[in-house]
């Protein structure tokens, strides 16, 4: 009886200490985060440490990162990274399995994350962040669209076949001229804005027409882009320039929400990333709700190429609150957390709650996306890519607008990346 006594002293003592702890917290700002944000207050009540969230957009945490997290400081506990990025901060981070074990919430099993997410938080060889959520490219195709009668009789008689969800990208070309060329809605839906969308955009057109960007080689990162293959998949992309909504050429999340889900025509078909999908179908934000099909991406002459944008949780080695940062991780990722954000129409990491029989009838994009998952493409992950996706945005924004004949677009992302990666010593 009195050993029972003293163990129950000491796990009081443990959540006592654990819980006049504070931590603060760098996330992107993102439905995902702020769905999770609102159930915070329980987690605070559960152990009694305070959270201190700050959400920026992706490319702002990424420069509050690169000031704000050393090896001998860090104004943060725990910081999430983009996947490209991991490979920057990998080695400022605590290894997965240094991560102290939880006082009030299990230790995450990383089997629960979904295979095709794990990878994103694995650098030479450790698991230095736990990947948080399933993030790739998923499909939008207006729905009222294609299953209307007379649309459906007038592009097969055009185009001499079914109208329906693309699946290949010429069938986006051709459904999204037959919509857009009768005023019906705008064709396309790209994405122009930041530099790391903006490679997943290109990475999306060059694997879909058969060739990798850059690959590990002998020790070194190499350019292996194929520059005939690489033209082919920016005009083509340009072809799909001319059919997206006005100012299409600096569209980002929020224009392509306005475009797709605000305005009275909308935009036929486009690629999402699943934590954006509860606004599109919020019926008090969007004209569209319950009117979109979701798919994998159409592919590309080549492959298919579900861009991955997963984001992971990183501990810095110089955060004094490990303990209580982990034990923010382990209630955030474990299972209950994961289905309750599902249910908010987000998409967590787990497999367990992404393929929940319960939510097959009310969330029907997690089909889609458990789909997508089979073609995940990753986006490069070296500590450059910062400066890569610069360079690439420039040309490639320069190519599709026909600021440049797409050939000297590539000649000169092809030169200016080997030079980026001459410079790192590659």
Do not use: C
């Not at 207050?41 to 490319?59: D, H, S, W």
């Not at 079914?162 to 037959?178: N, R, S």
Request: net charge positive; glycine share 8%; hydrophobic share 45%.
């Amino acid at each position: 009886m009195k050993k029972l006594r003293v163990m129950v002293i000491l796990a009081l003592v443990s959540l006592a200490t654990l819980g006049a702890q504070t931590i603060n917290v760098l996330l992107w700002d993102d439905p995902y985060p702020k769905a999770l944000q609102q159930m915070l207050p329980e987690f605070e009540k559960a152990t009694g440490i305070k959270v201190n969230i700050e959400m920026l957009q992706p490319p702002q945490v990424y420069t509050k990162t690169s000031v704000a997290v050393t090896k001998d400081s860090s104004d943060y506990d725990l910081v999430a990274m983009d996947e490209g990025n991991v490979p920057v901060f990998a080695g400022l981070m605590s290894p997965y399995e240094t991560w102290p074990a939880g006082q009030k919430y299990p230790k995450v099993d990383k089997s629960t994350v979904t295979s095709a997410m794990l990878d994103v938080g694995m650098w030479d060889g450790k698991l230095v962040a736990l990947p948080i959520n399933g993030n790739l490219y998923v499909w939008m195709t207006r729905k009222d669209l294609i299953e209307n009668p007379q649309y459906q009789k007038d592009f097969k008689a055009k185009y001499g076949y079914e109208l329906g969800v693309p699946k290949t990208y010429q069938a986006v070309l051709d459904m999204g001229t037959f919509f857009n060329d009768r005023g019906i809605a705008a064709g396309f839906g790209p994405f122009n804005g930041g530099p790391a969308g903006v490679l997943g955009e290109a990475i999306f057109m060059w694997e879909g027409f058969g060739t990798h960007f850059i690959d590990f080689q002998g020790g070194k990162y190499k350019v292996v882009l194929d520059k005939a293959k690489a033209v082919q998949g920016l005009e083509f992309y340009k072809k799909l320039m001319a059919i997206s909504p006005k100012g299409a050429e600096t569209m980002a999340h929020v224009e392509r929400q306005a475009a797709f889900a605000a305005d009275p025509k909308g935009v036929f078909s486009m690629f999402i990333w699943p934590a954006q999908i509860a606004a599109y179908e919020d019926p008090d934000k969007s004209l569209v709700a319950g009117k979109i099909a979701y798919s994998a991406p159409p592919a590309g002459p080549a492959k298919t190429a579900a861009v991955r944008g997963t984001w992971a949780l990183g501990i810095p080695t110089a955060s004094k609150q490990k303990q209580a940062a982990a034990e923010f991780v382990y209630w955030w990722a474990s299972k209950d957390i994961a289905s309750r954000l599902v249910d908010a129409n987000t998409v967590p990491a787990r497999t367990d709650a992404l393929t929940d029989p319960k939510f097959a009838k009310t969330k029907p994009w997690l089909a889609a996306i458990a789909e997508s998952m089979k073609s995940a493409t990753a986006r490069p992950r070296l500590k450059e890519i910062a400066q890569i996706q610069d360079v690439v945005k420039k040309y490639w924004i320069m190519g599709i607008t026909g600021q440049s004949p797409a050939a000297d677009a590539i000649d000169s992302i092809i030169a200016e990346t080997n030079a980026i990666l001459a410079k790192a010593g590659y």
